[in-house]
């Protein structure tokens, strides 16, 4: 895991309001709900009494409280109450760890790192914010999230794995792609052409003009796009359960459609399509060994691989800071 950084972890959506929900993300068992006022809090899910599940709990104001014999929890980690006890103040000892939590986007964020007053901005494409409408679906994937996020960042793949959709024409031969980028966001500009049996690969430094070409953007540690146009985006959040699994959530981003009904019309048709050529994608990257993806691996690359190269080198480096 990469520290430091801010994780997508979860639909704002699934949190509701007096309903505290139990996550794995990152590895850890946690609970999150929100305060009276709406507000994120999050906490490890064990309590620290006798392990019970604090995600099975009641929200007391902005508390949460064990549903074993009623610790109750701020959003800390720190026990403040413990019933059994009466009014006796509760010992410092009696807590468990806590995450900084944001929610902005419609997304809840998670610092995984170093608990510090003042913390990064969240890493968003933040033209999403600017008159789009969404619609979207989620679902987990039996895989370490490099593996997923590495799908999408795959060129190569498009006329084999999207043979009838996305990857028709048969564009097989892989120019470039030119591979940019500003801080932690990797752009990629993709130029697949047919082969004509006589050609190579261009370079990425030999192509021109790339910025005129279509673009994918990856946002580290876990959020990508594809820009279809100025107005249509897909979103992703690949959001680490533990080693082996990922939660996908794959959002439609549109703005050229705003009235109300039909713009929700497509907005979740879109996720039909998307739902599609998504399982064209996990047929392929379920089978791939081994589960996790790293810098140095038994892989033979090609030039076409260059942003998954590109990915793999950014997160050994930020691994290392
Ligand atoms: S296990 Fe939580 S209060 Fe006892
Ligand atoms: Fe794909």
């Given amino acids: 895991m990469i520290k430091d950084q801010w994780y997508a972890v979860l639909d704002s959506k699934q949190l509701k309001l007096k309903k505290p929900i139990g996550v ?129 960042l795959d060129v190569v793949h498009l006329p084999f794995v999207h043979s009838n959709s996305i990857g028709k024409g048969n564009k097989t031969l892989v120019n470039g792609p030119v591979v940019k980028w500003k801080d932690n ?21 030999e192509i021109k003009n790339y910025e005129k070409l279509f673009s994918l953007q990856f946002q580290m540690p876990n959020t990508w796009q594809n820009i279809i146009s100025k107005d249509v985006r897909i979103f992703a959040i690949f959001a680490p359960i533990d080693d082996n699994n990922t939660q996908i959530y794959i959002r439609f981003y549109q703005r050229f459609m705003k009235v109300p009904v039909l713009k929700d019309f497509i907005n979740n048709m879109s996720s039909i399509l998307n739902k599609y050529i998504l399982h064209q994608d996990r047929r392929v990257v379920l089978t791939q060994i ?32």
Wanted: aromatic share 12%; with cysteine.
């Fill in 24 to 152: 794995t993300r990152l590895g850890e068992k946690l609970v999150l709900w929100r305060s009276e006022d709406g507000k994120v809090n999050c906490i490890f899910d064990k309590c620290c009494h006798r392990g019970a599940a604090l995600s099975l709990g009641k929200i007391i104001h902005d508390k949460i409280e064990c549903p074993f014999h009623g610790f109750q929890y701020d959003s800390t980690g720190k026990v403040t109450f413990i019933p059994a006890n009466g009014n006796n103040v509760v010992p410092e000892r009696f807590k468990v760890n806590y995450f900084r939590v944001e929610e902005k986007y419609d997304i809840i964020w998670l610092w995984y790192g170093e608990d510090k007053e003042v913390l990064p901005q969240i890493p968003f494409f933040k033209e999403l914010n600017e008159g789009f409408s969404y619609g979207g679906f989620s679902e987990v994937w039996p895989v370490h999230y490099t593996r997923a996020i590495e799908n999408q």
């Fill in 185 to 205: 966001l990797m752009t990629f500009y993709v130029n697949n052409t047919v082969d004509d049996g006589k050609s190579k690969p261009l370079k990425p430094e």
């Fill in 290 to 321: 081994p589960n996790k993806s790293q810098l140095k691996m038994d892989e033979k690359l090609i030039q076409g691989d260059l942003p998954i190269i590109e990915y793999r080198k950014k997160r050994e480096e930020l691994k290392k800071i």
